[in-house]
RNA sequence: GGCCCUAUCGUCUAACGGUUAGGACAGAAGCUUCUCAAGCUUUAAAUCCGGGUUCGAUUCCCGGUAGGGUCACCA
């Protein structure tokens, strides 16, 4: 029977969530529910003076708006933890594989472990890269805690990682060269060593490592951008992995279902923000219309009508414009004010005759019964009309008189969306004010 | 620079020795059209280079080249 799965994310809490710390931990949660196991959460914060509650928190915060889910270790932090490393410490140093050394850079007279380099070949298999292979000789003594009390990353990452009973641990391919260090230091424990999977990077457009200076990277601007969760992992997802059929679209179930370690890239992957408003907009449009109200509500200043719910749905990429197009090309809904000189398309009509087209096309609505006020019909009876008289003479002043905007959806829809009495009263003022 | 890793359209990628090298995003053109979008159709675009192995290489091997990662008392 095959061992329990057992993975780990484990960021440090000295920043924000970013971009690819939320790929880490989805290509070990998709891995982790592929094979039904347990993901752990914990926080590397040997390093005091970086690491901050306020990133933890934000972590925490958005793994659980991204719907990621996780388990939290005991004892999530290394900080917390010191009592754990202490023995193993005084165990290395017993047993001859680490020593004290009088060289500490900060503080002289104060002494830093130094591990004991065994100088040997080091090789182990990586889930994505195959056999991987380092002579550990040039690593020198390397220092595994600042002092007996308090230890540094490699350490500390290894001792977690045999405390957790982690058997797979995926992460990011700028740790490949740390594990040879790690390795050395569980042999020298008699750790068994787990499953390791370097994961590629992600790049930005240059082909350099993700940075700030190349735009966004906390998942936090991208929610306030509008992009929805939903997106963000499937993207994320198929950046460096997919599954070799064509299909694109996937709800992180269908995700988890086929994941697999090896269908995942050796090569970094370029972050295209095109690529992710794609997504982001099929995304938008798989919503029901209660869901896309309520997560447009956190962008939206006023409430969102549920009537112009498809119109936006089908037009808009984000949230964010959405909200955007609410009050812009899809004010009409609320009262309306705009230049009458709109009405003739900057002086392109004439204002007799398009008053006159106005008055006609009051005329053709005015007998038609409410039930029949639908963009279909409305289209159906003012089309011929339109088509004879010069359709942009007609339908331009009858959209800008319906909408009061330059752009905006089509007059008939407008028109059905406002009713019959509310589109009449808007035609006949814009008639007047001619 | 040492060590490690990588290499298919501009980008994300399919192909696991034999395909007209496929799909998607972005681009271009067209359709639609009163505006702005959306939508639909069409189209251009790639196996880094050089050697091998093989009847046959995108695919396997070697060498270049290019790119990336890493060389802390950070993680």
């Known amino acids: 029977m095959a061992q329990t799965v057992i993975t780990r994310f484990p960021p440090s809490p000295t920043g924000f969530l970013h971009i690819g710390g939320v790929r880490t931990a989805l290509f070990n949660y998709l891995f982790t529910a592929h094979n039904g196991g ?41 900080s917390e933890r010191l009592s754990v490393y202490q023995p193993y410490v005084a165990r290395l140093i017993k047993e001859g594989h680490a020593y004290e050394a009088e060289e500490s850079e900060n503080t002289p007279g104060k002494k830093v472990v130094r591990f004991k380099n065994p100088n040997s070949s080091i090789t182990f298999h990586d889930a994505i890269r195959g056999s991987v292979t380092f002579d550990t000789t040039e690593l020198g003594d390397f220092v595994i805690a600042r002092n007996t009390d308090e230890p540094l990353y490699h350490l500390a990452v290894v001792i977690d990682d045999h405390d957790m009973g982690v058997t797979h641990i995926i992460r990011g391919e700028d740790h490949v060269s740390n594990t040879q260090r790690q390795i050395l ?62 299909q694109e679209l996937y709800t992180l179930e269908e995700l988890a279902k086929e994941f697999t370690l090896d269908r995942v890239h050796k090569a970094g992957a370029v972050f295209d923000i095109h690529k992710l408003l794609w997504f982001n907009h099929e995304h938008l449009k798989k919503l029901s219309d209660t869901e896309y109200a309520t997560r447009l509500g956190e962008f939206a200043k006023k409430d969102v009508d549920p009537r112009v719910l498809p119109l936006l ?81 007609v339908l331009w002043p009858l959209r800008v008189a319906l909408s009061g905007k330059e752009k905006s959806p089509d007059p008939f829809v407008i028109a059905a969306l406002l009713g019959k009495t509310e589109a009449l009263l808007r035609i006949a003022r814009a008639a007047k004010n001619l």
Not at 40 to 51: A, H, I, V
Not at 318 to 333: D, I, Q, R, V
Not at 365 to 383: N, Y
């Open 38 to 78: 347990v993901m752990y959460l914990r926080f590397e914060d040997t390093d005091k003076e970086r690491s901050k509650k306020e990133f933890e928190d934000d972590i925490v915060a958005g793994l659980a708006w991204l719907g990621i889910p996780y388990t939290l270790a005991d004892n999530p932090r290394q």
């Open 185 to 246: 230091i569980q042999e020298a424990l008699g750790f068994v060593r787990p499953e390791y999977a370097h994961i590629p990077l992600i790049l930005a457009p240059d082909k350099s490592k993700l940075s700030k200076r190349h735009g966004a990277l906390s998942i936090n601007e991208y929610r306030a951008q509008g992009f929805i969760a939903e997106a963000l992992l499937n993207y994320l997802a198929l950046l460096g992995w997919n599954p070799g059929t064509n």
């Open 313 to 393: 749905k089908a037009r808009a990429q984000t949230l964010a414009e959405a909200a955007t197009a609410l009050t812009e090309e899809f004010g009409f809904l609320g009262d309306i004010s705009y230049d009458p000189a709109l009405l003739l398309q900057g002086g392109k009509l004439q204002a007799e005759s398009t008053s006159n087209h106005l008055r006609a096309v009051a005329g053709l609505l005015e007998h038609l019964p409410d039930e029949s006020f639908t963009a279909e019909q409305l289209k159906d009876i003012l089309w011929p009309y339109a088509t004879d008289q010069g359709r942009g003479a």
